[in-house]
């Protein structure tokens, strides 16, 4: 017979195998509406506003070295989503911006979470925004 604690264990494990599958889900959905949101963005004339779709970042062309994610993120705040954006406004940004629809999603989390470690950007809900200070 299985103690209590067997029972709660094996439980806290199908929860946690569950709540990664979620997460999965979730990123693979954030990833796909950036990807649209690129198609959208390249449409040689885009169609009406939507559901909360955001001004487009304005397109800019960088000539030489490419950005890193860092610097992409700390200009895209401070320059195109100057009132914060979900990780998806991220991407967006960077492969409209700076021609750079080769950052993942995977690649950016890490970044984000040092920049906010550094105290460069703050995250409220699933928003990112740039701390300015003065």
Known sequence: MESTADI????????VAELALAKAKVESIEMEIANVESAIGSL????AP????????????????KMSVKAMVLESLDQHLPDGGE???LL??????????????????????TLKNEGKISRDG??????RNG
């Open 8 to 15: 709660l264990l094996a439980h806290k494990q199908r929860l």
């Open 44 to 47: 040689p004339q885009a169609p």
């Open 50 to 65: 939507t559901i909360e779709q955001k001004s487009a970042p304005t397109k800019v062309r960088h000539i030489g070295r």
């Open 87 to 89: 990780v998806h406004d």
């Open 92 to 113: 967006n940004c960077f492969a409209t911006v700076y021609g750079r629809d080769d950052v993942a999603r995977t690649s950016l989390s890490p970044q984000l979470t």
């Open 126 to 131: 699933m928003i990112w925004r740039l701390v």
